[in-house]
């Protein structure tokens, strides 16, 4: 394949070889007029300008690619690197801790106060919350407990100089990970981190796929809804169909048909999907 920069450069440098053999063929011998030392070296610097300018072209083009590369992949992380977000009326804090969050290559946001949190963090990717107890307007144990309420169920780990063994004994019977006392060891708060966002990654998959068997369950008729609890607790389909006044027939079409929009690849497979769904011959979805 032509490679018109490659072409180019191997021909100036072609030509700068030539010519300085040419000189020094001619440096040595007494027939050697000057005009003719002067055009070999002239030519010598034409090549040499043409391949310094066809290297500035390629080392450009490949510091931009490189440029480019570099930053699509910091972007990339930016996007998949989880978050920890920092609640602490000390700006100080703040500062600090977004610091030492961000040299283990996840993304730090910090609010100086509860409802500013509220109002602005809008979690998206796995996170956690970094929670000082002590707050000027909302505490970080109301501040639990209103996330509770939301169904919010960001990971939150309490860092306080002012802690009691009450308090983190509410906070932890309330779902925290962790509960620091000021000063605490910056690994202490690191591993508490990796710690919560791990949780929280596994959450938000269970609560994905939940979400996709909920809507799996929706697509079913009602008869095939009636005939998925029975079923899954192994009535025979002849036992079903008696349940239900119809024909074994006509419940081995409905049970192929659950099997189907549920996706399960057995009936194994379909109980333990019912699990999940909590669903069974006394209790529905």
Do not use: W
Request: glycine share 4%.
């Amino acid at each position: 394949m032509y490679d018109e920069p490659r072409y180019s450069l191997l021909q100036a440098l072609a030509t700068i070889i030539t010519n300085a053999n040419a000189c020094s063929r001619l440096l040595p011998g007494e027939s050697a007029s000057v005009d003719e030392l002067r055009g070999a070296v002239s030519d010598i610097a034409k090549a040499n300008t043409r391949a310094s300018a066809v290297i500035s072209r390629i080392r450009g083009t490949t510091e931009k690619r490189t440029s480019r590369k570099e930053r699509t992949g910091r972007e990339r992380m930016s996007e998949a690197s989880p978050t920890v977000f920092i609640v602490d009326d000390d700006a100080g804090v703040c500062q600090a801790l977004s610091r030492l969050i961000r040299s283990v290559a996840l993304q730090a946001r910090t609010f100086t106060s509860a409802r500013e949190f509220l109002s602005d963090a809008k979690p998206s990717r796995p996170c956690c919350l970094v929670l000082d107890v002590r707050l000027p307007d909302l505490n970080g144990l109301d501040l639990q407990a209103k996330l509770a309420q939301t169904d919010c169920n960001m990971p939150i780990i309490f860092i306080t100089g002012h802690g009691d063994i009450p308090m983190s004994v509410r906070a932890m019977k309330a779902g925290a990970i962790e509960f620091l006392s000021k000063p605490f060891k910056d690994q202490d708060l690191l591993d508490a981190i990796q710690q919560a966002i791990e949780r929280d990654r596994l959450a938000t998959r269970e609560r994905a796929e939940l979400s996709e068997l909920r809507s799996r369950y929706a697509s079913l008729t009602p008869r095939e809804a009636e005939v998925l609890p029975l079923v899954v607790s192994g009535l025979a389909n002849k036992v079903v169909a008696a349940q239900l006044g119809t024909t074994e027939k006509t419940i081995k079409v409905h049970r192929a048909h659950v099997m189907q929009k549920m996706k399960a690849r057995s009936l194994a497979d379909l109980v333990r999907i019912a699990q999940r769904l909590q669903i069974g011959p006394s209790r529905r979805v």
